[in-house]
Every structure is written in structure tokens, then in C-alpha cells.
Nanobody, 127 residues
Framework: QVQVVESGGGLVQAGGSLRLSCTASELTFDDYAMGWFRQAPGKEREGVSYISRSGGTTYYENSVKGRFTISRDNAKNTLYLRMNNLKPEDTARYYC????????????????????WGQGTQVTVSS
């Protein structure tokens, strides 16, 4: 049974940093493109950042561009999201997703392109 598990969330002051991790088991990790999404209370889930199977292609939504860095280690079946200069509006539950999709941005930013989702990790940024 495929499992996707996020970790690394927490409470941080504005301007601080966190690194989220996501491990996936029972799947061939480098067969899957990966994405980070987030959902704040009362809001719809939104995309954050995406990475192709090899890690050679990455995309960021405008709200996080220049502050967040997505990466993956296929040898460790692990996806990362380094978040710098955090803002209160980054407060949300962050979800990792794995999908057998192509590397086009239009595919990767579409939640329906993903086959497996984690339960999420909470990130809270205080002002």
C-alpha cells in the first residue's frame, strides 16, 4: 500500500525558515512527479511548487517564487520544500502529492494529476 508522509511543519515567526520533507513508500519514486500544495482554513487547496520525475524541472507559484525551493532525492524516496522568509499568509496545512504525470506546468499544477496524497503537515507563521 502506497504511503506518502509529510513532516517538518511547525510554528515559526515571520521571516523564519522551515524545511518540509515528504517520504513515499511502496512506489517507484522516480516514476512520479511530485508536488506541494497547501490549504488554509476556509480556503481552497492551492498549488505551491512542483518537480519533475528526475528533478530537472521545477515550477513555483508566484506567491512563493524566490522564497521556496523544491527538491527531491530519488535515492531516498524523499521530496523537500525549503521555505525561507516565511510570511503569515503562508500559514496552511501543506500536502505532498505524487503523480504519474508529465512535466508540463499545466499538468503539475492540477491536483487531479496526482495519484497519491499525504495527510499534510501544519505550518503556522506568526507575525
Amino acid at each position: 500500500q502506497v504511503q506518502v508522509v509529510e513532516s517538518g511543519g511547525g510554528l515559526v515567526q515571520a521571516g523564519g525558515s522551515l524545511r518540509l520533507s515528504c517520504t513515499a513508500s511502496e512506489l517507484t519514486f522516480d516514476d512520479y512527479a511530485m508536488g506541494w500544495f497547501r490549504q488554509a482554513p476556509g480556503k481552497e487547496r492551492e498549488g505551491v511548487s512542483y518537480i519533475s520525475r528526475s528533478g530537472g524541472t521545477t515550477y513555483y507559484e508566484n506567491s512563493v517564487k524566490g522564497r521556496f525551493t523544491i527538491s527531491r532525492d530519488n535515492a531516498k524516496n524523499t521530496l523537500y520544500l525549503r521555505m525561507n522568509n516565511l510570511k503569515p499568509e503562508d500559514t496552511a496545512r501543506y500536502y505532498c502529492a505524487a503523480g504519474t504525470t508529465g512535466a508540463r506546468w499545466s499538468f503539475l499544477r492540477n491536483p487531479s494529476s496526482y495519484n497519491y496524497w499525504g495527510q499534510g503537515t501544519q505550518v503556522t507563521v506568526s507575525s
